[in-house]
């Protein structure tokens, strides 16, 4: 939770000092500040799917698809139920 906090008032700043700059050079108009909200947003949302491709954001789609198609689910599913079987029953052996 604090590193999401930490991320977060990073990129704030970066914002905060991408309008100043904005300031700076006398280039404050409407859409000049639209335009950078835009690439800011854009980047955001770049940086935050890097960061949560980390944390295993591929791994849901790729569980979807693979439960999507049921026979061979329901086989895995069958093959799972095996070898747990099997490991029950050497470890009561």
Known sequence: ???ALIAVMLL???AVAGILLLLMT????????????VAAS????LI????????????IPRE??????TKNYRKLLFHRAGVQAEKAMSAHA
């Open 48 to 59: 935050a799917g890097i960061f949560l491709m980390g944390y295993g954001l591929v791994a």
């Open 42 to 45: 854009n980047a955001f949302g």
């Open 26 to 37: 006398k280039n404050l108009a409407p859409s000049n500040v639209l335009g950078f909200c």
């Open 64 to 69: 979807l698809w693979r439960t999507a198609d």
């Open 1 to 3: 939770m604090a590193d």
């Open 12 to 14: 704030q700043a970066l």
